[in-house]
């Protein structure tokens, strides 16, 4: 409504993303539930803001193939980052036991994995600002067509 673009937004709270991540691979007492829930709000923008972008940008006529595609990316980023880049990389941090399993305690076994996650927000943010330098002449005559209808309606008596 303020005439910022949406991919703005989603590059603001990729970076505050990456900020929870930060926070969470320093491990001081309650960075963790910090981190989770600046991580957790991050999401819930992105989510919020990603679908009306993916409709400004591409229109309505494919938007129920768009938006599968964009909703997609939960299963599957969460198959790739928690299923196969955090077991992998809790693997190389833990110790191998007798019963032939392995173990890790401490804030170590997963420092890497929020840093590479912090990482992945950073290229994120990048992109994000990427699509804003892209997209600036559509949103521009999205917020021109904006105000001129609401011009037209207030000079109408609407």
Request: positive net charge; aromatic residues 12%.
């Amino acid at each position: 409504r303020a005439g910022t673009p949406r991919p703005i937004w989603n590059a603001a709270s990729q970076i505050l993303m990456a900020v929870g991540y930060v926070i969470m691979a320093i491990a001081m007492p309650g960075s963790l539930y910090v981190g989770s829930i600046v991580v957790g709000i991050c999401y819930g923008v992105r989510i919020a803001v990603s679908v009306p972008t993916a409709s400004e940008l591409f229109g309505l006529k494919y938007y129920g193939l768009i938006y599968n595609i964009l909703i997609l990316n939960l299963p599957l980023g969460s198959f790739l980052f928690s299923g196969l880049l955090a077991g992998f990389l809790y693997d190389s941090q833990a110790t191998r036991t007798a019963g032939g399993g392995n173990t890790c305690l401490g804030a170590h076994c997963y420092r890497l994995v929020f840093v590479v996650m912090a990482i992945a927000c950073i290229i994120g943010f990048g992109l994000d600002v990427l699509l804003a330098f892209r997209t600036k002449t559509i949103y521009s005559k999205i917020y021109s067509s904006r105000r001129s209808k609401k011009t037209s309606s207030v000079s109408n008596g609407q």
